[in-house]
């Protein structure tokens, strides 16, 4: 295992190789922008027509997506699917308001079972959980009914399906937590009742139908057991799961590999008695794998399996494993199909999408393809464009990395940006620069396409503040935007206000400071020991 200070020397190492431009891929946020107000959930869905993606969340508002609760797209196109007909409320009539989707779970004919909060579905009254027709319609012969938010489903052999949440009850029966409702829409009372504590929040379901559970509970079973554990499948303790993985915080998503180890992602500071922040991984049997360092410095709360190890992660965080990179990152995990595995890692070629920027989150994601994936969450903003709620990233190979703003200088009713093209420059040279500057309250942002540096932007108004971006633009198209936005004010009287950047030289410099340092503190530590 490394050293704790070589650890962290090689995650200097690692950012600095990531801004100077040793990745070559440059994602970025497409056009496609539906308004969507706090998605919680995507899944696949094949509805005997064609494939579907279904999206879960409150209000849909338009641009390409319009409803309440539930909508589902077309997988090729992400068109809207205007003959599926859902409609998810709190109350009914010219009151009502969106309810809130957290889960979805499909059927193996194509019907849907959802979770969440709410009080309607098509008008007719659903607490918490209901099932839909593969074309959206209600199913009126199914209403188990929880007496809390569901957050997590999880369907078994047979179309049963496996819910957990806050509810303490379903049908009006006892069920702490977790409950298996069969397809008639009853509780299956064969399922044995863990005895969870407090909430579930995750679910996982293995091949042979065991379930792996996460949440926020310290007991199952009678037993203690906190933030994970596997159930057999019906319902009784796994004697072959680890007694205590032992989580100190909580579990909001899972992930089983193809070779059944386990991911677990949430607000984590501790697994197994050993630190851990944001992610970890268990062997099969439970117990920590302690070969997989990758962390996260926030709370995780959604996995996307893209196939030869690769998993898209989503939460809300800033960093992975040292690196700047906010709500969405992938890792390989190391898994290899058929082959030995290899050393889990970050993977740097999905770079910082930046969704708003810190204080928002990504709760879940959907892999299109290694190179096209949709993220959903509580956002307004993704790679410096509006984009609420919902949102496409794509790796756009060729396109010029994030440019550098090096100066901004404020005038009378303009502001000029003069810009430096990225530390690693495309084969295809870069043309110009595309510059936004949106103001900070009322008023139209001002633009400029495939500009030479330094680029002016006129008609702005005096006195209000503007958030400007740059792109940098080649004949492949533009690429992301420069990390983060520089502020200007424009005056009748004004003076350049220079931004703070490091140059490509001031960075290797940085990088042999930390080189420095860290064999310092290696060489101090091995001296103690």
Same mark, same amino acid.
């Given at each position: 295992m490394l050293h704790p200070i070589a650890r962290?020397?090689?995650?200097c190492l690692a950012f600095l190789l990531l801004t100077i431009g040793c990745a070559q891929a440059a994602w970025i946020a497409t056009p496609w922008a539906p308004q969507a107000q706090e998605v919680r959930a995507l899944a696949s869905h094949n509805n005997g027509t064609g494939a579907g993606i279904l999206v879960g969340g409150r209000a849909f508002s338009g641009n390409g997506a319009t409803?309440?609760?539930?909508v589902r797209l077309d997988a090729a196109t992400l068109v809207q699917d205007a003959s599926f007909a859902t409609d998810v409320t709190i109350g009914t009539g010219p009151g009502a308001t969106a309810g809130e989707v957290h889960a979805i779970a499909v059927e193996s004919m194509g019907a849907i079972v959802i979770g969440g909060h709410f009080d309607h579905v098509n008008g007719v009254a659903r607490s918490n959980i209901a099932? +839909?027709?593969?074309?959206?319609t209600l199913d009126a012969s199914y209403d188990p009914g929880a007496n809390n938010t569901v957050k997590a489903l999880a369907m078994q052999a047979g179309d049963s399906v496996i819910a957990g949440g806050a509810f303490t009850q379903i049908g009006g029966a006892p069920a702490n937590y977790l409950a298996r409702i069969d397809g008639a829409g009853a509780r299956d009372a064969s399922f044995a009742d863990p005895g969870f504590d407090n909430q579930v929040l995750a679910l996982a379901l293995q091949a042979d139908d065991r379930v792996v559970v996460g949440g926020f509970f310290n007991q199952s079973h009678g037993q203690p057991r906190q933030g994970v554990v596997r159930l057999a499948a019906d319902g009784s303790a796994d004697a072959t799961f680890s007694t205590d993985p032992a989580v100190t915080g909580w579990v909001n998503a899972l992930h089983i590999q193809p070779d059944g180890q386990i991911l677990i992602?949430?607000? +984590?500071?501790?697994?197994g008695g050993q630190a851990k922040d944001g992610l970890a991984r268990l062997h099969a049997n439970g117990s920590l794998d302690t070969g997989f360092t990758v962390d996260a410095d926030g709370s995780v709360y959604g996995f996307a399996w893209q196939g030869n190890g690769l998993v898209v992660v989503a939460g809300s965080f800033g960093a992975v494993d040292g690196v700047p990179l906010h709500e969405v990152a992938r890792i390989d995990t190391g898994y290899r199909s058929g082959l030995p595995s290899v050393a889990p890692a970050l993977d740097p070629s999905l770079t910082d999408v930046q969704p708003s920027l810190g204080g928002f989150t990504v709760y879940c994601v959907y892999s299109r393809g290694?190179?096209?994936?949709?993220?959903?969450?509580?956002?307004s903003r993704v790679d410096q464009q509006d984009r609420l709620g919902l949102a496409q990233i794509v790796d756009a190979p060729g396109v010029p990395l994030a440019p550098i703003i090096t100066q901004v200088q404020a005038g009378s009713g303009q502001a000029t940006l003069a810009l430096a093209p990225p530390?690693?420059?495309?084969?295809?040279?870069?043309?110009g620069y595309d510059v936004t500057c949106t103001p900070l309250g009322p008023g139209a942002p001002v633009s400029a396409a495939n500009a030479a540096s330094p680029v002016t932007l006129a008609g702005m108004a005096n006195g209000t503040p503007y958030a400007c971006t740059a792109r940098a633009r080649n004949a492949l198209g533009a690429g992301p935007a420069a990390a983060a936005p520089s502020y200007v004010t424009p005056m009748a009287s004004a003076t350049p206000t220079p931004v703070p950047t490091l140059s490509e030289e001031a960075m290797v410099l940085l990088a042999l400071a930390c080189a420095a340092l860290g064999a310092r503190w290696l060489g101090r530590a091995r001296r103690y020991r």
């Open positions: 962290h020397l090689g995650r409803g309440r609760g539930l099932r +839909l027709l593969p074309d959206g992602g949430g607000l +984590l500071s501790s697994v290694l190179d096209d994936v949709l993220i959903g969450g509580a956002f530390a690693t420059l495309p084969a295809s040279p870069i043309t």
